[in-house]
Structure formats: structure tokens, C-alpha cells
């Protein structure tokens, strides 16, 4: 093949065929395959939006701010007149008698979800990953079923059972 005629075959052909290509895909209407939301979306304009103005709650209109609110003088004297008084104690050991009276409360252990397959058992105990044999606070835990943990420690066992 002569220079020209690959000069021919590479440069002027396809310049050529750019326009037919064209002039085809305009008559055949290939266009662009949208899903109809997606065709909803492309003929958003913006100024179909209505804005509305909303309206202040009626409440709301009239609150004051805490800081800036006036105790009537009546109210002041009567407070400094009154024979209510502070606690004498301090608020630590106040807080201390609270803390002697108070029983202590359980925590709610909750199985939250169970893994089980042939070679490995997991759990996930009150958001806590934890596998068969591994240790969930100051519990064993000792096997995972499909729906259940046992956990034993030194009071005994209890299975967890998930609702």
C-alpha cells in the first residue's frame, strides 16, 4: 500500500465517516435511556418551587428569656421573709448517706444477636463482640447457641436468651 492511499485509509475515512455516524444517530433517535424518576428529575426548574412562609408558633411569640425576667418586689420580700432555710450538712455527705441507701442495682445484660457456624460462635452481648469461650465483663462465656448464651461465673450460669 502506497503512502497515500494510507494516508487515505487513516485520516480522510474517518473524517468522513464522523458525519455519517452523525447523521445516523439523529435519524435512528438514539438517545439517552432514563428511568422515568430520573427523567422527572431533569425537568426540575427551579422556579416551579414555591416558597411558604411559615408563621411563629403563637406560644412562642411571647417567651422571654430567664435572665431578663423582673421578680415583683412582693415576691423578693416574701422570700427573704420566710423561714425555709439550707441544709446545714454539706452536699457531699448528703450525698454520701444517699449513696449507704441506695441498693445496688443489676446491670441488664441483653443478647443482642448470635453468629453460629460449624468452626466459630460469636455473640454480641449489650453491643459487646465476644466468642465461645471468651470473656464478657466478669463472665465466662461458656457456649452460643442459635438464640442463646450460656455465661457462667462464680455464682453460676445463666443463659442469656435473645428476644
Not at 446545714?88 to 441483653?110: C, F, G, H, R, Y
Not at 464478657?136 to 457462667?152: A, P
Amino acid at each position: 500500500m502506497g503512502m497515500l492511499q494510507k494516508f487515505i485509509a487513516f485520516m480522510i475515512v474517518p473524517l468522513l465517516l464522523l458525519p455519517l455516524g452523525y447523521y445516523l444517530s439523529k435519524k435512528i433517535n438514539v438517545g439517552t435511556s432514563l428511568a422515568p424518576a430520573e427523567k422527572s428529575v431533569q425537568s426540575f426548574k427551579q422556579d416551579d418551587v414555591k416558597v411558604v412562609a411559615q408563621e411563629i408558633a403563637a406560644d412562642a411569640k411571647n417567651i422571654q428569656s430567664p435572665i431578663e425576667l423582673k421578680i415583683p418586689e412582693k415576691k423578693v420580700a416574701e422570700k427573704k421573709g420566710s423561714k425555709k432555710s439550707y441544709p446545714k450538712d454539706s452536699l457531699a455527705a448528703i450525698t454520701a448517706q444517699a449513696d449507704k441507701i441506695k441498693e445496688p442495682v443489676e446491670e441488664v445484660i441483653k443478647l443482642n444477636l448470635t453468629l453460629t457456624r460449624q468452626d466459630k460462635k460469636m455473640a454480641v452481648i449489650n453491643g459487646n463482640l465476644v466468642q465461645e469461650g471468651g470473656q464478657f465483663q466478669d463472665t465466662k462465656v461458656e457456649k452460643i447457641e442459635r438464640n442463646k448464651v450460656l455465661l457462667k461465673d462464680k455464682k453460676g450460669e445463666k443463659w442469656l436468651i435473645m428476644e
